[in-house]
């Protein structure tokens, strides 16, 4: 009798751990949808801020070209697009960067 109440004690607390390991294993295998998200916007950030970058670069390219030839309309159309782009990309990353501090942790 006290040996069959023991086992049966036995195989609950086996039960529960079971349940518990495999809870704690999903809970860690996997992401949480926060955790994912955060994630999509960084990776958002990082693709926002190569493209200020590449702007910004270009920018500096042109304006050595007017340096050179003051008269080039081209050159200044494009510097002042590229200007214009850079701004929005900037406004996106700001953005971005509020989104990221107000998610919950």
Do not use: C
Request: avoid cysteine; proline fraction near 1%; hydrophobic fraction near 40%.
């Amino acid at each position: 009798m006290m040996r069959t109440v023991l086992e049966i004690i036995g195989a609950i607390v086996a039960l529960v751990v079971v349940i518990i390991g495999g809870y704690m294993f999903i809970e860690n295998r996997y992401a949480l949808k926060n955790q994912l998200e955060k994630i999509e916007i960084r990776l958002e950030m990082k693709i926002v801020s190569d493209n200020i970058h590449q702007i910004q670069n270009r920018v500096w390219d042109l304006e050595d070209r007017l340096s050179e030839n003051p008269g080039d309309k081209t050159a200044k159309e494009e510097v002042r697009e590229l200007k214009e782009k850079k701004k929005n990309f900037e406004n996106e990353l700001n953005v971005l960067r509020q989104s990221i501090r107000t998610m919950k942790e």
